[in-house]
């Protein structure tokens, strides 16, 4: 049972980055989900998925699972690069690319 502790990224709904700040600290699953024949739901004798603790930092969630015996593996964080642009700012006329229809 090893948890993993990661920064969620953003959904492709979102435009802001709402919900990415805190790290998350969840079980990777045991054992396969399982489709029920009679109405198709999916389901899982592994209780653990239902688990999802949140922290601030990852050194928090470390400690957290340290302090608990919980084997874990931390996924790194890949920060977008992002420039701040306005709509205003397609049209310039100093814009280094050309803008064409």
């Keep these: 049972m090893v948890a993993r502790i990661y920064r969620p990224a953003k959904t492709a709904m979102q435009s802001g ?10 079980y990777e699953p045991e054992s396969a989900r399982e489709i029920e024949p009679l109405m198709g739901y999916t389901s899982s ?35 977008r690069k992002t420039r701040s642009m306005a709509y ?13 229809h």
């Design 17 to 26: 980055k709402a919900k990415t700040k805190r790290w998350v600290l969840d």
């Design 45 to 79: 004798t592994d209780m653990n998925g239902q688990i999802k603790l949140f922290f601030d930092t990852s050194e928090e969630a470390i400690a957290y699972a340290k302090a608990h015996g919980i084997p874990y593996r931390v996924k790194e964080v890949h920060e």
């Design 88 to 100: 205003a700012d397609n049209f310039r006329y100093d814009r280094l690319m050309p803008w064409t």
